[in-house]
């Protein structure tokens, strides 16, 4: 006997799941300007610079622009 999935098995709607996100991750962070940080993509090797970056987004990396255009325009 074929097994049926869980998700027929207890009607449960199939949820798709979002890619993910290609992050920037920081290579330099100076205290000549308030939160400024520049950050690099691994993927693209896309540098970014900012003025406004947080420690959350020191530890966790900002999302690449280039790299997410797919994911931006379909929200
Ligand atoms: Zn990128």
């Given at each position: ?18 890619p ?18 520049s ?11 900012t ?16 790299c ?7 929200g």
């Amino acid at each position: 006997m074929k097994q049926a999935p869980l998700s027929t098995l207890f009607n449960l709607a199939v949820i798709p799941r979002k890619p993910r996100r290609v992050m920037m991750h920081f290579t330099d962070a100076g205290p000549g300007h308030p939160n400024w940080a520049s950050f690099k993509c691994a993927k693209c090797g896309g540098v970014k610079e900012t003025h406004t970056a947080t420690n959350a987004d020191l530890k966790r990396g900002i999302p690449c622009s280039s790299c997410n255009e797919d994911l931006n325009t379909t929200g």
